[in-house]
């Protein structure tokens, strides 16, 4: 699926398709909660759907930033609004991957197993950033940032030089009919044996897996996965896993951007 707009979005005009986009990266924002969209989810979540996401150009290249809000609503995803993301990989000594489920409370992909932690860096110094290294130490400074809120794991624990970089995925995917995503991701591994402590409020439950459970988790029909680690699993994850431990060189610091949509 893609966008059904085929206006390319710049820096020059951006503001002037999603007056709500701010054309600066910066704290400060036009935040969106004022109206009925946010009505009757969880006030948490609510709360969040307040945070700055770095709204983006085909190219990866930072044009201004938005609510998280006005990023996922398909409204805006339709008409072409990009930002960026980011997918942790994070596996036990035992080579075994966590998985997590989403909490009920998500206003969007409620309840569906995913990869370790998915979220976006924010508009903010430290995590933006308009070239590639720059901007994976963005992501990286995010990923600690949200293991801990969303998982409890400790920034000692995941040390930013022990994350690994590997590529960048374009997709789009609708949730249901208000909200989705439209990203690209950069996909992140990490090796850590780490203590949990979960945010019930993020995940309802956390499950470590090979990649033969991982297979069999898919064949599950009661099982649901969000659209982007279904769409690596498919096409990218098991084998990267395979080299987890010998020759993952190959796969990191992709400079081409994987388009999926």
Request: charged content about 30%; some cysteine; aromatic content about 10%.
């Amino acid at each position: 699926m893609s966008p059904t707009t085929t206006q390319t979005i710049t820096a020059e005009n951006v503001i002037h398709l999603f007056p709500e986009v701010d054309s600066h990266l910066a704290s400060s924002h036009r935040a969106g909660t004022s109206t009925g969209d946010l009505e009757g989810y969880d006030e948490e979540q609510i709360r969040l759907m307040d945070e700055v996401c770095i709204v983006l150009d085909k190219d990866d290249k930072p044009i201004g930033s938005a609510s998280k809000k006005v990023c996922h609503l398909m409204t805006n995803i339709n008409s072409g609004l990009l930002h960026r993301a980011f997918s942790v990989f994070l596996f036990d000594s035992k080579d075994r991957l966590l998985l997590q489920q989403r909490a009920s409370e998500k206003i969007t992909f409620p309840d569906m197993w995913t990869n370790t932690c998915c979220s976006h860096p924010l508009g903010v110094p430290g995590e933006t950033g308009a070239d590639l290294e720059t901007a994976v130490m963005g992501v990286k400074r995010a990923a600690q940032r949200k293991l801990w809120h969303e998982l409890g794991i400790k920034k000692e624990q995941v040390p930013l030089e022990d994350f690994r970089f590997l590529t960048r995925i374009h997709y789009v995917a609708p949730s249901d009919g208000k909200w989705g995503e439209h990203e690209i991701d950069y996909i992140l591994f990490i090796k850590a044996d780490v203590d949990l402590e979960v945010n019930p409020n993020e995940a309802q439950d956390t499950r470590y897996v090979s990649a033969d459970e991982m297979r069999t988790m898919f064949k599950d029909e009661k099982l649901k996965f969000t659209p982007w680690f279904k769409l690596i699993c498919e096409t990218f994850l098991f084998e990267w896993w395979e080299h987890l431990n010998g020759g993952l060189e190959m796969y990191m610091n992709d400079t081409e951007i994987k388009r999926m949509c």
